[in-house]
């Protein structure tokens, strides 16, 4: 079983739809990481949250520590949002390497 | 502007042959990785350096090396004793330590094709 896992895999959405993707981990974080990786491959960090909730935009991303479980939500969601969004963590104790998921390819088609 | 270079975006070998990817930044991080991507799959650490003239094996390190002389340089070979090497490497460099996670940068990528 991977440390990291998201759901879905795979998603397509009409755009203007709300979206989620959900993240959940089962090893003690000292943070998790959303990141987002377009078809040239260069990836962008979005959030890095270690409590609480982060909007930037039409990007909210939450943590619940206890239930070690994140998610990331785009509202009104766009074509140009179709990427592939990752999850990841920084395991406490492994210093400031980080462990994946395995992403979730976002499809927003007009 | 502060920023990670990976060069080629796309690099073509023979198989037998070693190549060498290169990754170099401008942002005064201590750390820098290497990461291997392969369809469908998490990235995946090959190695990371914490500090110039040193650095460890990450998950997948047979049949790669690497050096680091240099703060700013992070160069990756890809020997022939690495089985399948066709994947796309992403470099990634941060502080080390407790503020690490803040300042996690990210290069845009090689593409690597074995011929």
């Known amino acids: 079983k991977n440390e990291v896992e998201q759901s879905p895999q795979n998603l397509t959405a009409q755009e203007g739809e709300f979206i989620t993707i959900n993240c959940s981990y089962s090893v003690g974080i000292s943070a998790l990481h959303w990141l987002q990786q377009h078809p040239g491959g260069g990836i962008v960090s979005l959030f890095m949250l270690s409590s609480g909730k982060k909007k930037h935009g039409r990007l909210i991303a939450t943590i619940n520590i206890q239930e070690k479980h994140s998610s990331l939500h785009i509202t009104a969601s766009h074509p140009r949002d179709s990427a592939v969004y990752i999850c990841a963590v920084s395991l406490r104790g492994s210093g400031s390497r980080l462990t994946f998921g395995e992403g979730t390819q976002l499809t927003v088609n007009p | 502007d502060g920023g990670i270079t990976q060069s080629p975006k796309y690099l073509f070998r023979k198989e037998g042959q070693n190549v060498t990817l290169s990754c170099e930044q401008n942002l005064n991080h201590d750390a820098m990785y290497w990461y291997r991507q392969d369809p469908g799959q998490g990235l995946r650490l090959i190695y990371y350096?914490?500090?110039?003239?040193d650095f460890q094996k990450g998950d997948i390190a047979e049949g790669y090396s690497v050096s680091r002389e240099k703060k700013e340089s992070f160069p990756l070979t890809v020997t022939s004793a690495q089985k399948n090497p066709t994947a796309f490497y992403l470099c990634?460099?941060?502080?080390w330590g407790q503020g690490a996670a803040y300042g996690y940068t990210f290069g845009s990528g090689t593409r690597l094709t074995v011929v």
């Open positions: 990634a460099s941060s502080p």
């Open positions: 350096s914490q500090i110039v003239n």
